[in-house]
């Protein structure tokens, strides 16, 4: 499995870097207007999104798993808090990532404003590479190299 988590934590890092630069990025090259708010590059970068959060919860499961100390009696070590904060962040950005993401595909839903949708997305493009980067390091170089 270590093949599999090598190349899993480089998708995790390359999409934290791809997301921070666009985001940073994006209103050098690209005019917002009522048309078209965002650049169409994000239609890629949505998907590589999806995936590393899909990866995210996976591998921060498992090393929650791996890390222990929820069993209420021994002590809560610094991995198993790392690998909760992971999971549970991941977990939170996946939640607005679908709910934003949806409103894509779906004009007709109105329930919030546009400039809504706008500061949530620029909230998970924060937050994305924090919470990739770390883990798809942790999975480069050498997590669980026991097994």
Known sequence: MSGNQRLSGIVLVVTG???AV???VEPLYHVSTEGSPYSPLWTYIN???????ALGV???YIRTKDAGGSGGDGPVTREYLVACIQLYGFLFVGILFL???????SPEY???A???NSVVWIFIDAAVPLL?????LHLCCGARKSQ
């Open 22 to 24: 666009h985001t940073v």
């Open 17 to 19: 870097i791809v997301v």
């Open 58 to 60: 996976f591998y921060s």
């Open 132 to 136: 990739t980067v770390p883990l798809g």
């Open 110 to 112: 109105t329930a919030v």
């Open 114 to 116: 546009a400039e809504v």
């Open 47 to 53: 998907w590589l999104t999806l995936l590393s959060i």
């Open 99 to 105: 709910w934003n993401w949806f409103q894509l595909f």
